[in-house]
């Protein structure tokens, strides 16, 4: 009977959407992320990931050339369930350029999709929270005026961060955790 119920529990455990934590820092859980750079459009821009101790780090540098413009980190495609979720929090800190976090619900890069523009924190690390209404629509590169809704948290496939001026030059981002809660 006791082995029922600790079944019991971890599957609502595993079926809960109390809320996703990804912890680049302590638990290394960005082992599987992907760089995305433009050059998928013709740009030239390079990015490059590395896990250091305490981190993910993303650097590179962003070009203008041949209609580039941006460098991004991806999650593996998987099951996100957002839909719980109200805020975010995200320790981190940038040099050289602003990031965004995206959200995506579709394989397809043409799909809309949701971002939310982090501050410049000048190289120094910060802790910061938003809203997970704060996250804004954005359909090939355009924002929409259409506001994020449930079922589109509920079905999220893949969360990522993005280079966000369309700025040439380098940078490093590091993100140690982000929570959805």
Do not use: H
Request: hydrophobic share 35%; net charge neutral.
């Amino acid at each position: 009977m006791k082995s029922f119920f600790w079944v019991f529990g971890f599957v609502l455990l595993l079926g809960s959407n109390a809320g996703i934590e990804l912890d680049f820092g302590a638990k290394k859980d960005g082992t599987d992320w992907q760089t995305l750079n433009d050059g998928v459009m013709g740009g030239l821009s390079k990015g490059q990931i590395d896990l250091s101790p305490n981190a993910l780090k993303f650097f590179g540098e962003v070009s203008l050339d041949n209609y580039g413009g941006f460098t991004s980190v991806k999650s593996p495609f998987g099951q996100y369930d957002l839909s719980d979720a109200k805020k975010l929090t995200i320790r981190y800190k940038t040099e050289g350029q602003r990031i965004s976090i995206s959200l995506e619900n579709s394989d397809a890069f043409y799909k809309p999709y949701y971002k939310l523009l982090l501050p410049d924190t000048k190289g120094k690390w910060v802790v910061t929270e938003a809203n997970i209404s704060d996250f804004k629509e954005y359909n090939l590169g355009q924002e929409t005026a259409i506001p994020i809704s449930d079922d589109f948290l509920k079905g999220v496939r893949r969360i990522g961060f993005i280079t966000s001026e369309k700025r040439a030059g380098r940078f490093v981002v590091e993100i140690d955790y982000l929570k959805f809660e």
